[in-house]
Every structure is written in structure tokens, then in C-alpha cells.
């Protein structure tokens, strides 16, 4: 499914969930976001108008962690659609540099997880756990 026209109104969000064999890096949202706070999420963020999601993705994880990935080639694995927003999230196992919080006034932490440490986390969506488990059993 696109992200069509019509959801002009909407934010349109863009997600890496980061794997590194058996963990993936998740964002502590600062306890006084606005929107989402204290839970754990993807790091990602807007697209800007005019910009394509893939040259978002890249922009985003480099403002939020500070590494650098190619915009992916293909579609996003899995989309997700809140009642403000339409997110698209890529599965991303490769990119030059090591993540670090670079974005504390969003977060204020980040952490990598396996399997076992999800259950119990305060986490941003709730299709999240299922989508993680599936990517990380994939291994």
C-alpha cells in the first residue's frame, strides 16, 4: 500500500528498524515529547515536503544516530497507519558508523535489545512487539 495523496494532512513518517544479528536498537522518546513520550521507538522521524521516504530514512538515522545507510532499495517491510500518521518501516542490517544518541532533546537514551529483553517494554505502538520478534526470529 502508498501513501497517497489524499493523506496530505497527515505525517508522514519514516522508521529503520536497525538489526545487528540478534538485537535491535530501539529510542528512549524523552519523557516530555509531546507525542509518544516515555516509551521506546524506532528511530525515524518526518518526511519533509518534496523529500522522497528513502532520502528521509537516510537523513533521519543520521540526525538521530548518527550513522549513515543508503536510502533502501526496495519497500518498506511493514507500514503502519495511527490516527495522525502513516509510517513506513525498513529493515536495515547494514550502514558505516557506530549509533549513538545524538538527538538527546528526543531521546534519552538508546539501547540495543534481543528477543528476550522486549517483553516489558514500554513500547510506541503495539504491532511493535510482533513485528520485532518476527525480524529477529528471522535470523
Known sequence: MSISAHHEDRA?????????????????????????????????????????????LAREIGEEVGIEIPPPPGPPMREIHGPTYDMQVWLVDTWTGVPVNVAPE??????????????????????????????????
Do not use: K, N
Open 106 to 139: 528526543e531521546h534519552d537514551a538508546i539501547g540495543w535489545f534481543t528477543a528476550d529483553e522486549l517483553d516489558g517494554l514500554a513500547l510506541a505502538h503495539d504491532g511493535y512487539l510482533a513485528m520485532f520478534t518476527e525480524v529477529l526470529a528471522a535470523r
Open 12 to 56: 508522514h513518517i519514516v522508521a529503520a528498524l536497525l538489526r545487528d544479528g540478534d538485537r535491535i536498537l530501539l529510542c528512549h522518546r524523552s519523557p516530555q515529547r509531546r507525542w509518544y513520550p516515555d516509551v521506546w521507538d524506532l528511530p525515524g522521524g518526518h518526511v519533509e515536503p518534496g523529500e522522497l521516504p528513502g532520502a528521509a
